[in-house]
């Protein structure tokens, strides 16, 4: 069992930057990749970026890449999602999840078996 808590959203401007993060408890941290996704309203939950156990291999959305930097504390049992250069179109719930039978981080919600409870995020024009 893991339990995922997701920390740092809120309301920024166009252009502004935000840091999420995510605190897992449970099994141990370090053992499996993480993955960051969002759902924007009436749209479904994408992919946004994915992290290696160890931190080594990072994904990302074609929409965030060069924006957004996911990265892991496997000492602190937390995973980061830097967010930069935000955009109104970035608004949405954001979640963390955990991929707790694979090794590199994949896009695929399927592969995660648990889930933080979101955190908003709300980018203004």
């Known amino acids: 069992q893991v339990q995922l808590v997701e920390s740092g959203g809120g309301l920024v401007q166009a252009g502004g930057s935000l840091r999420l993060s995510c605190a897992a408890s449970g099994r141990t941290f370090s053992s499996y990749p993480m993955g960051w996704f969002r759902q924007a309203p009436g749209m479904e939950r994408e992919f946004v970026a994915g992290?290696?156990?160890?931190?080594?291999?990072?994904i990302y959305a074609d929409t965030v890449k060069g924006r957004f930097t996911i990265s892991r504390d496997n000492a602190k049992n937390t995973v980061d999602l830097q967010m930069n250069s935000l955009k109104p179109e970035d608004t949405a719930v954001y979640f963390c999840?955990?991929?707790?039978?694979?090794?590199?981080?994949?896009?695929?919600?399927?592969?995660?078996?648990?889930w933080g409870q979101g955190t908003q995020v709300t980018v203004s024009s």
């Open positions: 999840a955990a991929d707790t039978s694979g090794w590199l981080p994949q896009p695929r919600q399927q592969e995660y078996a648990y």
């Open positions: 992290i290696s156990r160890t931190g080594s291999n990072t």
